[in-house]
């Protein structure tokens, strides 16, 4: 019966031993199987984000024409943007850009959205304003050419047709006047979706505080401004942060309506990048502007979101 005893023991042992180990590696299985399905996601922002954007940071200080090899020239890119009156050109007329789309864009989508939410027909009009956006900028851009283009473009034939032709314009050919068209534009297809989002939020907005407001005898005007404005915060946070971003981004618009021209008159950032890059075959002063561009949106999109949220949430 001894000996039986001892025969049986070590066999438990093993079978100890084996219910540990599959015990530990169930564990490890538990711990690593939620990081393995983020792999697929981690090795694809590093292949098409991270890696671009360091690469572009790298050329960035170099001279290279997409040819030979680059060769290393330091801060040569960055000196070079206060000598070059292209650069600020397009400087300025991107602040123009991010000006009217802030002001423009998101005021009339704001505007929009109220007139909406409030209209029998607001379905209806609601998939007439959003109808543009659905459109690409570089079609956009042909078809507000064809408004704009000097002598029989449709805004100048209108203008003489109602008696105001003294109001006519070659309005893509003398700037600043050939940004501020292309800006209405560029609101023309992009204040649906900031509509929508408005909307959205007033949708979903509660209801006790505007019965309050109603029941003490508030004005729609008051209504709006001290009621339905404050708590539309989150979402306008949202609005703001893309129409930011777009903003400072735009570029197929006005590469298709004037390239940038005449003379370069019209550029922007985004179409400065490009021409030095891909026209000019300057990479590494297109990488630099690249890099500028993206430390702005950065810079004053990232600390914006972060105070606007942390109000919301102190209130």
């Known amino acids: 019966m001894k000996d039986a005893n001892l025969a049986v023991l070590p066999r438990t042992w093993r079978e100890a031993a084996a219910r540990r180990r599959e015990g530990s590696w169930s564990r490890v299985a538990r711990v690593t199987a939620p990081y393995l399905y983020l792999v697929p996601m981690v090795v694809l922002v590093g292949v098409f984000l991270l890696y671009p954007a360091l690469d572009t940071i790298w050329v960035s200080f170099t ?40 002001l423009l864009q998101v005021g009339a989508g704001l505007l929009l959205a109220v007139v909406i939410n409030a209209s029998p027909l607001g379905g209806l009009f609601k998939r007439i304003i959003y109808l543009p956006h659905t459109i690409s900028g570089a079609a956009i851009g042909v078809l507000w050419f064809a408004i704009y283009i000097p002598g029989q473009g449709m805004l100048n034939s209108a203008l ?9 314009h070659n309005w893509l050919t ?83 309506m004037t390239q940038g021209g005449p003379y370069r008159s019209s550029e922007t950032l985004a179409v400065t990048m490009y021409r030095e890059s891909f026209v000019s075959s300057d990479f590494g002063y297109g990488a630099s502007v690249a890099v500028l561009l993206t430390a702005i949106v950065f810079v004053i999109s990232v600390p914006y979101i972060r105070s606007m949220f942390a109000r919301v949430e102190a209130n």
Do not use: C, E
């Not at 040569?76 to 050109?89: E, I, K, M, R, V």
């Not at 003489?160 to 006519?168: A, D, I, M, Y």
């Not at 534009?185 to 979706?193: K, N």
């Open 63 to 102: 001279r290279w024409d997409g040819i030979n090899a680059p060769t290393f020239n330091g801060l040569h890119n960055y000196l070079q943007f206060g000598s070059d009156p292209a650069f600020s050109t397009a400087f300025v007329n991107t602040l123009y850009w991010v000006a009217g789309i802030m």
């Open 160 to 168: 003489r047709f109602v008696h105001l032709g003294s109001l006519q």
């Open 174 to 256: 003398d700037p600043p006047i050939n940004t501020f068209a292309m800006i209405l534009a560029g609101i023309w297809q992009g204040m649906g979706p900031t509509m929508i989002l408005f909307l959205v939020g007033l949708q979903h907005l509660p209801r006790d505080p505007l019965d309050a407001a109603r029941m003490d005898g508030a004005s729609a005007l008051q209504m709006f401004w001290y009621v339905t404005l404050p708590l539309l915060r989150p979402m306008t946070v949202v609005v703001v942060a893309i129409s930011l971003i777009n903003s400072f981004k735009v570029f197929d618009i006005v590469w298709v």
